[in-house]
C-alpha cells in the first residue's frame, strides 16, 4: 500500500508562486512514477506533471516553463514548484502516484485547494 499525504496550497494573486509537497508512505519501493494533477470545477482532471523513477519529466503544455516538478528521495517527497500563476489555474490539485511491481495501479492523495485570485 502506498499513501500520499499534499500540502502547500492556498490563495496567491495571480503572477504568484506557490510550492506543492507531496510525502509519500508505505510501499515506495512499487512506485515507478509521480505526479500532479488538477481539477477545476466542472472540469475534467488533467495531467499538469510527472516525474518518473528514473527522473525524466513531462509537462502539459499550458505549464511548460512555469512550473516545476521535482522530488527528494531521501524524503520520499515530491514537490510541484508553480510560477507566474494564472487565475485559471485555480483548482484542487492532486498527487498521484503509479505503483506496482506487475501491474501498474494508481494511488490519489487527498487534493489540496490551489486558488488564483486576479
Known amino acids: 500500500q502506498v499513501q500520499l499525504v499534499e500540502s502547500g496550497g492556498g490563495l496567491v494573486q495571480a503572477g504568484g508562486s506557490l510550492k506543492l509537497s507531496c510525502a509519500a508512505s508505505?510501499?515506495?519501493?512499487?512506485?515507478?512514477?509521480m505526479g500532479w494533477y488538477r481539477q477545476a470545477p466542472g472540469k475534467q482532471r488533467e495531467l499538469v506533471a510527472r516525474?518518473?523513477?528514473?527522473?525524466?519529466?513531462n509537462y502539459a503544455n499550458s505549464v511548460n516553463g512555469r512550473f516545476t516538478i521535482s522530488r527528494d528521495n531521501a524524503k520520499n517527497t515530491v514537490y510541484l514548484q508553480m510560477n507566474s500563476l494564472k487565475p485559471e489555474e485555480t483548482a484542487v490539485y492532486y498527487c498521484?502516484?503509479?505503483?506496482?511491481?506487475?501491474?501498474?495501479?494508481?494511488?490519489w492523495g487527498q487534493g489540496t485547494q490551489v486558488t488564483v485570485s486576479s
Open positions: 498521484n502516484a503509479e505503483a506496482g511491481l506487475v501491474t501498474t495501479f494508481h494511488v
Open positions: 508505505g510501499s515506495i519501493f512499487s512506485i515507478n512514477a
Open positions: 516525474i518518473t523513477s528514473g527522473g525524466s519529466t
